[in-house]
């Protein structure tokens, strides 16, 4: 059975950096037909994609948020990082996790971790 | 990046009742749609893919149509799980956008 899960702290400051983990199981990170992206939805808002990861390392970032981001895999611990610098309140957001099957779609999801950017 | 627009905003209906929503991009985009279904508190679940594939596990009630710039997702006879935010998402152009949201409500 698929499964993801995040883990993070719930709070950071303004100007700190966020690092989140996405544990995944029921799923190798080194599929060539999967990988795990990172989607973020601000309280009451629509859904942004963030960040992606392939099994060759291949990765993406959204245009507006690049400068700012870095994804990596661990494929020994199934786990996927991001690490957002220079947080602001505007980024207070849901962070999801999810499994991106075939470069096309978004197949199961984590439970999301609610990230609130507040001095 | 490819806009996705949603139509309506929201809408109010009655169990038992068929309901469309639209989805339109800002450019061409073949196929490569898919539908999500969010309730409140909750992760997004896939519904449709590829426009009008139905995702393993999601009831025949749903159902999705469409290629190019414009797209609908049908609920075919309401039932009371199904009042929740439907979302489209284009992954035919870097990046993958969604659109803003279609909030079913109940009448």
């Known amino acids: 059975q698929v499964t993801l899960k995040e883990s993070g702290p719930v709070l950071v400051k303004p100007t700190e950096t966020l690092t989140l983990t996405c544990t995944v199981s029921g799923f190798s990170l080194n599929n060539t037909r999967m990988g795990v992206s990172w989607i973020r939805q601000p309280p009451g808002k629509a859904l942004e994609w963030v960040a992606h990861?392939?099994?060759?390392?291949?990765?993406s970032y959204s245009t507006s948020l690049k400068s700012r981001l870095t994804i990596s895999k661990d494929t020994s611990k199934s786990q996927v990082v991001l690490t957002m610098t220079n947080m602001d309140p505007v980024d207070t957001a849901t962070y999801y996790c999810?499994?991106?099957?075939?470069?096309?779609?978004?197949?199961?999801w984590g439970q999301g971790t609610l990230v609130t950017v507040s001095s | 990046d490819v806009q996705m627009t949603q139509s309506p905003s929201s809408v109010s209906a009655t169990v038992g009742d068929r309901v469309t929503i639209t989805c339109r991009a800002s450019q061409g985009i073949g196929s490569w749609l898919a539908w999500y279904q969010q309730k409140a508190g909750k992760a997004p679940k896939l519904l449709i893919y590829a426009a009008s594939n139905l995702q393993s596990g999601v009831p025949s009630r749903f159902s999705g149509s469409g290629s190019g710039t414009d797209f609908t997702l049908t609920i075919s006879s309401l039932q009371p799980e199904d009042f929740a935010t439907y979302y489209c998402q284009q992954a035919n152009s870097f990046p993958p956008t969604f659109g803003q949201g279609t909030r079913l409500e109940i009448k």
């Open positions: 990861i392939f099994s060759n390392d291949e990765k």
């Open positions: 999810a499994r991106e099957y075939s470069r096309s779609r978004y197949d199961y």
